[in-house]
């Protein structure tokens, strides 16, 4: 079964801390993908990958940044969290060629 | 990319089909239409996806119109785990654009006992 793993589903943290979120894939996917999901604004594209050690920002980068030194693990990484960070944030991979992703279970972060 | 419209909301009785309509007027001819569902909690599920012709896998049906400017995700049989909310993307792939994918808000589907 394909599986994408993101490594909390619950996270509280503090204003200024620096957040990591990992996501693992064991489905030996080229693209991976950082979103996050609000009430009302639907999915936006934070950052993807199309390869390991490349990045493009997505729609809304502002405030993150992306590490993928290997294939099958992409990290989003919050350098100084704010209270407006406070979402769900959903990983996802993909196959080249195709916009059929797959998703993992998501972290809901709180940045208190 | 093509803009879809989607009903808000849709209600279906357990065990029948459930029809939900995608609107994708401004469609280019190599654009593609996906379906997506998100259940509560969870993460968005692919569903199925088509070009022109009319698509079936263990899921779903889609019927896409002749003309393309519209589609109809099909649930043969609904059941209360059908309960999501149903999303329509059209995409035109190339480079690196493939997997980026534009949710909408969707339509909820609500499947009653």
């Known amino acids: 079964d394909v599986k994408v793993t993101q490594s909390s589903r619950y996270l509280v943290k503090r204003t200024g801390e620096k957040v990591f979120l990992e996501c693992v894939q064991d489905m030996d996917h080229e693209n991976m993908f950082w979103y996050r999901q609000d009430p009302g604004l639907g999915l936006r594209l934070i950052y993807f990958?199309?390869?390991?050690?490349?990045?493009e920002k997505g729609d809304i980068p502002e405030g993150y940044s992306v590490s993928r030194e290997k294939k099958e693990r992409f990290s989003l990484i919050l350098e100084s969290a704010s209270t407006n960070q406070t979402s769900m944030y959903l990983c996802?991979?993909?196959?080249?060629?195709?916009?059929?992703?797959?998703f993992g279970q998501g972290t809901r972060l709180t940045v208190v | 990319d093509a803009k879809t419209t989607q009903p808000p909301s849709m209600d279906c009785a357990e065990g029948r089909a459930a029809n939900l309509p995608c609107n994708h007027s401004?469609?280019?001819?190599?654009?593609?239409v996906y379906w997506y569902r998100q259940i509560h909690s969870q993460g968005p599920q692919y569903i199925i996806h088509g070009l022109k012709n009319n698509e079936t896998n263990e899921m779903a049906s889609l019927i896409i119109t002749e003309d393309r400017k519209s589609s109809t995700l099909i649930l043969p049989h609904a059941t209360l785990r059908d309960t999501a909310v149903y999303y329509c993307i059209v995409r035109v792939g190339g480079g690196t654009s493939y997997g980026k994918l534009t949710f909408g808000q969707g339509t909820i589907l609500t499947v009653h006992p």
């Open positions: 996802a991979s993909s196959p080249p060629a195709t916009f059929e992703a797959f």
């Open positions: 990958s199309y390869d390991v050690k490349m990045k």
């Open positions: 401004t469609i280019s001819g190599n654009e593609y």
